[in-house]
């Protein structure tokens, strides 16, 4: 069989740990052909390719980012897009297509399964938000990097006797939050599905720096206050009395420094932690969601992806990642609060 | 309720962090006071203690090892053991027992919760071959260190066209070496459930040097060549006749400069694999481990242990850590069996 | 003699192993008793201290920040505080002060030094630009976090054919960002010594989009376009029409796009660049400048800092520090340009 | 001109940094062509060649080991050596040769000078015991290593009361165990520049252990006991009677456990020290001596390799390299001392 392997969305840490399990083990147990379409569903429509064979996966393993590049098109944003995809795929004779990449991406692949085009999805999102699977490859890594830099707030936080903040990714899930804020100890986490309170921020922080402890605040960059978006651009104004944009990071800071006079600091982690090599547990989960995306492909389980479900990996419909956000249990974020203040 | 701690066994990565949560929850949450066996089932045979207050876990979290000390004293090494560990918790007035640790230590918990004690466990193994549990705490630092000496071994090799063996933790159960080796981009991985051959070994390797390539090959420290001890033992000559003692990575290495006329050197990671800071996801795994165990206490779930499944704690009887040692699953390491040689 | 010791301004990797080398070797080698002053010069004003003996320094060595605390309290702000300072000393029987920090912390001790107090100094800049020594411990450390965040910059700039700009620490002079532009690959780099002409900039990130290739642009806080600051605040506008206010490295990122029609994003590494355990080397920077500061205590080398030249620890009066910055050579910039575009 | 460059000798991070760095000059600067030859001086004798030109070099930064590939071949070995080199030279029509290696590299290097060829040494060594030189590249990134190893083992220690062994590289210089003993906060260091007395490490190992200290000791390699050689082998019997090999690290362990009944155990580190992506610093030194390495061929600076003093990169004549062994100061180990016990 000829494979299409792509790669869609915001690149994450164990892409190309995916497509070097694929094709290492896709072309000597069954003897596949690979080809590579650049910048995702771009590639696709404009049958831009690369070699994707076993030399051209040599080294991918511990390699962050993806060697096929990434994008954002959407094919279903034009009308002729599934023609244009079709087209492509004859030109090239590419019997199937391998997709990795978060919900836009697979939300594609769906309607391109419901199209009839043979395709399985490998899940792929930093923010761990997509459903249907335990874990998605690339999170690991953005918690660990998130966790290092909160270990060396602490020490500043403490010499300095200030609240630091840690604006971390998560635009709809506080997934990153959690963990990191679990792991590194942080006295407050603050997460898009359940919206603050600064007053009991600032009870949290006042009541720390009565025991001569500073503070350290892990908010996702979604989180929200009470009130809504409408209070996070409220009284942001700068010295000329204009009004700033910034992250939820930057407001909370200012709150706390004009309602309590303790300084407050905050570092937006940012592009640092979607980049890079990925930890040993991504390595091992995108080795393996590669290596059985391409047993779905020869067993023919179009419109599935692969998915991990305890110490096993499985493989589901697709529509399962894409049907609904998968966001942070109120329980488990119950748990994390006896740490809070 | 005055709950009594201990860590048995090897130290690992969390135990700190388990201690912190059990304390962090318990006191607030509970009105639960807290007393610190010294060194395991000793501390509690010699009623050694010492405190274990919010202020005594301050700072835990990132610390690797544990600060109550371990040992592996057995109690029921001795006639009356259980007699004086009864009259130790009598006399210090503790209600109930939290055993954080490894078989013996959790086969020892589960004996004294026959004997009526009021015991809850807290699986702990760097090795991850405790039944019950889809992973413990310990086990991704173990691994993430082995990975990371992996892929600063792969250009010591390449550089000198070598064969590079590295040894890993893993008496009984090859989990290290498995990830590890999938995360490192191993050429070989060899576990204890599992023989091997030396002449497969020899053909992987002299197969990549016909590339140019060089190899790593990682291997448990319990892995077994096909033949066994004997054979371990045999032609294990110092340059004074002697027999050599040694690990069976250091016999494969000799093995196979003498069949092939390749440079094969051996590293032997030994304990930097279970001390230190532990990675975020066992500070996270830890700290739910630790939050549940003390929920277990309050609730009376005597005789259970903490369990991971899936993204879930659920807690489960002690025997189920020790009924069978959890070893890896043949369908498991055949998937890693493609990037062999 | 009971010697006094206090660390002022921004906190720094290496504080700690400082306070630990000078009281490890003060104590047994020449009977010294210690006294700590909380948070800088503020703690020598208003005589509040800290116990600063020997267990008080135990695991001080891989811990960052400071245990004394910090602050940028100037004593010679009021008019009575070198007054107060003598009534402090006095009144604790105060012998002798370290103070360890930067410019203002060392010009501070070189005026009271003046005064005819017995005081010695220890530079502290993470930036690297005080005069009289080679280095200052806490710059390895940040130079080393900022190089690993250009590692794993590096990848998602490729992935989505990006300009990534990675903004760092230093006002005034451009060390952390020429080692760590020429230690992580950047294809440019812009310090505070030499204006920038956008222009250029904009030449090196076209010509690498031309051969498919992303581009990191490693720039100072304190850089500077031609036309200055002026320039910096013009055509900052956000959707309303108000000022936007922002770093260097935002500006630029906007002119950038803006001007190539390319994406660029900026990381703004902040407070992690100076937090978190000091490297191997910054270690033992920090000790032997501890070691040679409690040296220079005993032989009555008042007025001096410990400096490093070469391998060897030397003592320098204080003024060295603090005459002149210690900027980039602009024959030293010379040899990274080679590596631009 | 056309310029060949090899790296012999074991490998050390930071040799694809010089590599790179020389072509990304040499290239556009001076308009040089390069040659790469394989395995050191054995690819020059057997004119066994690759292409080193810009898209060769692309991404060897932060890569550690060699491109090029080592040996120890030495072409004087052979009464035609010189010969051959000639006429190597001759036919591939390399004017100018740059060799990066240690002691034995560099010696070739100055004694084919000697006989009229083009040659300029850029000196490397993970041990830092080559002359003539502060610091060379790969050495900052060993100590790290060990350093952070030394940092996992305390948690270890502690938790077991355990004496800790660490064994290093150095066969005959004691930099790497003097600067990660110091960085690590090690109980001891043992150098090959003085020899121990096992009964003074008893003492510290006993006296710690007095105040419920555990211990960790740092040991050369090439540290050996008082008595010397002879002492190491005497007394190393097995189970079944037999002399044990093994190294100095694994001598002492066996040492104190008999001799205090206390529990000792020896890690080796091994090749891990020397592989791997180089540090920030190791990169820029490398990076800076390639650079100034391609200037002296430029200049015709034969018979000259690179160094550094101070902050300054500078050429001297190959014979300092290679005229003694830098090994460690009596006065700088005595610095260390006040932290043992």
């Known amino acids: 069989m000829r494979v299409g392997v792509l790669t869609g969305g915001g690149d994450c840490p164990g892409l190309n740990a995916v497509l070097r399990a694929i ?11 690979f080809v590579g379409f650049r910048d995702g569903w771009r590639g ?13 996966v040599r080294g991918l393993l511990p390699r962050g980012g993806t060697v096929l590049g990434s994008s954002r098109t959407n094919p279903f944003a034009t009308d002729d897009g599934v023609q244009r995809i079709r087209r492509s795929l004859d030109d090239l004779r590419v019997d199937a297509l391998i997709a990795i990449g978060g919900e836009d991406t697979l939300g594609v692949a769906a309607r391109l399964h419901d199209e009839g085009l043979r395709v399985v999805g490998v899940p792929k999102t930093i ?22 830099a909160i270990d060396r707030l602490h020490t500043t936080a403490e010499s300095h006797h200030r609240v630091l903040i840690v604006e971390v990714m998560g ?12 792991a590194g100890g942080a006295n407050a986490i603050l997460i898009p599905e359940q919206r603050f309170s600064v007053e009991r921020v600032l009870g949290w ?4 720096f009565r025991d001569r402890y500073a503070s350290i ?30 992250g939820v990071g930057d407001w ?38 590669g290596l059985h995306a391409i047993d779905a492909v020869q067993a023919g389980e179009w419109g599935t992806m692969t998915a991990l479900r305890g ?7 697709l529509l399962e990642a894409t049907k609904a956000l998968k966001t942070v249990d109120p329980a488990l974020y119950a748990e994390a609060e006896v740490f809070f203040g």
């Open 311 to 317: 110490t096993d990996i499985v493989t589901v419909p």
């Open 252 to 289: 909370l800071a200012q709150q706390i420094e004009s309602r309590s006079g303790r300084e407050a600091r905050t570092t937006v982690l940012g592009h640092v932690q979607r980049g890079g090599t990925p930890t040993a547990r991504d390595r091992w989960l995108a080795t393996r969601f």
């Open 23 to 33: 094709v290492r083990k896709g072309v000597p147990a069954f003897g596949h052909e």
């Open 127 to 148: 923010d761990n938000d997509l459903g249907g699977t335990d874990y998605t490859f690339g999170f690991d890594t953005a918690v660990s990097i998130a966790t290092e």
């Open 205 to 208: 922080v006042e009541s720390r």
């Open 44 to 56: 696709v429509l404009e049958a831009d390719v690369r070699p994707l064979d076993i030399p051209d």
């Open 171 to 182: 635009r709809h899930a506080g997934w990153i939050a959690l963990h990191a804020g679990m």
């Open 217 to 246: 605040i892990v908010v996702s960059e979604g989180a929200m206050p009470e009130g809504g978006a409408e209070v996070l651009q409220s009284g942001r104004k700068d010295a000329f009395g204009h009004a700033r944009l910034g």
